[in-house]
C-alpha cells in the first residue's frame, strides 16, 4: 500500500494534492473554493509544490481569515497548510489578537500577498504552529488532525443536539447561515452555566487542544525559534 507521501509524490495538479489529503484524512463533510479545504473544525490552504514556506501558505491563510473577520465571520478553531512534502497547524486563538490589530496591508489577491505582509506574519506566528514532514511523520499528522476533527465535531453535534432559547440565538447570531466556532463555542459554555438542557463535555476538545500545544513547544527549538 502507497504511503500518503508517494501518493503526493504522483500528485499532478492542487486539485490532486487536495483530492489525496482528504482521503488520507478520511473528510466527510468539506468545501473546496477559495479556502482550498474548509471544514467547520479547520480551514486548509493546499499547494501542489514544496517550494513554497510555511510562513507563506499560513500568509495566504489569514488572508481569508483576516478577510472573514472584517465581515464579521467567524474561522474555525484551528488552521492548516499542506503540500507535498510537509503539513502545519495552528491554533486560531494564537493569531486571533495579531489579526485584530489589522496592521498587515494586505493585497487583493491572497496569493498575491506583499512581501511586507509575509514578513509581519511570519514575525508573528514564527513559534505558533506545529509541523510535520509527511514523508517520516505521515501518522501523526493524520492522527493530531483527526483528534482535532472528532474534539470539534463533537461539540458541533451536541450544539445540533437542542434549540437555544431565542435571547441567546439573537445574541450570538446563531441563525445566521455563516454561524461559527466563537458563536457555537460561547453557546454551549452558556448552556452549562445556566443549566439549560444537557451539560456539554468539553474535556475531548481540550485534550486534544492541550496536545497540539504540548506538540508545538519542543519545536520552539528544534526549528530555531528560540536559542538556549
Known amino acids: 500500500m502507497q504511503t500518503l507521501h508517494e501518493k ?4 499532478r495538479s492542487e486539485e490532486d494534492v487536495k483530492d489525496i489529503y ?3 484524512l478520511g473528510l466527510k463533510s468539506y468545501s473546496k473554493d477559495l479556502i482550498d479545504i474548509c471544514t467547520k473544525e479547520i480551514w486548509f490552504e493546499a499547494k501542489d509544490t514544496a517550494k513554497n514556506s510555511s510562513y507563506a501558505m499560513f500568509t ?11 465581515k464579521g465571520e467567524t474561522v474555525p478553531p484551528f488552521l492548516a497548510v499542506i503540500d507535498t512534502e510537509k503539513a502545519a497547524i495552528m491554533k ?8 485584530a490589530k489589522e496592521t498587515v496591508k494586505w493585497d ?9 505582509a509575509l514578513a509581519e506574519v511570519s514575525a508573528h506566528i514564527g513559534t505558533h504552529f506545529v509541523s510535520f514532514r509527511i514523508a517520516t511523520h505521515e501518522d501523526e499528522f493524520i492522527s493530531t ?6 474534539a470539534g465535531r ?3 453535534q451536541a450544539y445540533f443536539a437542542q434549540t437555544d432559547v431565542y435571547s441567546v440565538r439573537e445574541d450570538y447570531k446563531l441563525n445566521c447561515p455563516d454561524v461559527g466556532w466563537y458563536q457555537i463555542r460561547n453557546a454551549l459554555k452558556l448552556r452549562n452555566t445556566n443549566g439549560d438542557g444537557l451539560s456539554v463535555d468539553f474535556s475531548t476538545f481540550e485534550s486534544a487542544y492541550k496536545t497540539l500545544t504540548e506538540k508545538l513547544q519542543p519545536q520552539v527549538f ?6 538556549t
Open 8 to 11: 503526493l509524490k504522483q500528485a
Open 22 to 24: 482528504i482521503k488520507a
Open 60 to 70: 495566504q491563510l489569514l488572508h481569508y481569515a483576516q478577510d472573514g473577520l472584517n
Open 92 to 99: 486560531t486563538a494564537d493569531v486571533l489578537p495579531f489579526l
Open 108 to 116: 487583493k489577491s491572497a496569493s498575491q500577498y506583499p512581501k511586507e
Open 145 to 150: 488532525v483527526n483528534a482535532l476533527l472528532d
Open 154 to 156: 463533537s461539540l458541533w
Open 222 to 227: 528544534e526549528l530555531g525559534f528560540l536559542r
